[in-house]
């Protein structure tokens, strides 16, 4: 069903230009390659990855990069139906940065996805008010045109556990364009169709469902497929630099779009994989027209 590193597929069978590329680096191999859904799976260092791929190869990408908002070791009890308790000594890399070292990071993964994105495509990039700030100001810096920030409200995400602040209800995606050139990719009839005929708002409510992936940040289904709907069409690609889970590739896949995805944890990568194939259910659209 799917090929391995043992079996190794090339980055340039899905990563691939409009014309035929010279490529100066070493080709990576997939840990994944599903070919008949047409999706690929790296596993490693995102930036390391995206280096090596070509220029303005790919029609969208979707990113929920690290918040660095956790505190190193804090466990906190939950209930809200998921597991009884989270500790963040999971998630390292979600662990508190410097500002300095936060700018650097999104700075130099976002040079590389401008460079890759096709023109007119966009990026959709999610975040809490720990980060969203801060790659506001990157792209802004690295010439993106930002479209939009659109506003995901978790109808039943969970209480403050220590009551020292309001509830936080919403995370914030911003969409951006690659540059001010070129007309913007967006199916904005299909997603007034979507929203009942009207034009769809920057507001998107949803409710969180339960899954057995033992992830702590998994996006809701329901928003990576607006977005993708939103920002690209049938049989073109989407790349998600940090997959976890792999929400991206599993709702692409049910799109009929190609995905690529990175993922530095190589337990994450076999969740993906396991998903893809179906282990945890095939895909349900949650949009209607």
Known sequence: MYQTAEMP???N??????????????KPTSFYYNRERKIKLYNGDCLSILKMAPDNCVDMIFADPPYFGN?????INRNDGHAASFNTCKAAW?????????????????TESRRILKKGSTIWVTGTYHSIGIVNVVLQDLGFKILNDIILHKRNA???????CFRAVTETMLWAK?????????NYKTMKELNGGVQMSNIWNYWAEKNPFRHPAT????VVEKAILA???????????FAGSGTTGFVAQGLGRKCIMIEIDPQYCQLIADRIDGKYGQFRRKTTT
């Open 158 to 164: 969970p209480p403050n556990f220590r009551g020292s």
């Open 231 to 241: 920002g690209s069409n049938e049989g073109e690609t989407v790349l998600d630099p």
């Open 9 to 11: 597929i090339e980055c």
């Open 71 to 75: 505190q190193t070791g804090l466990v």
């Open 219 to 222: 996006k809701q289904t329901v």
């Open 178 to 186: 690659k540059d001010s050139s070129g007309k913007t990719k967006f």
């Open 94 to 110: 979600a662990y508190s940065k410097s500002i300095q070292d936060q700018f650097e990071f999104h700075h130099a993964w976002l």
């Open 13 to 26: 069978d899905i990563f691939c230009a409009e014309t035929a590329e010279d490529y100066a680096h070493q």
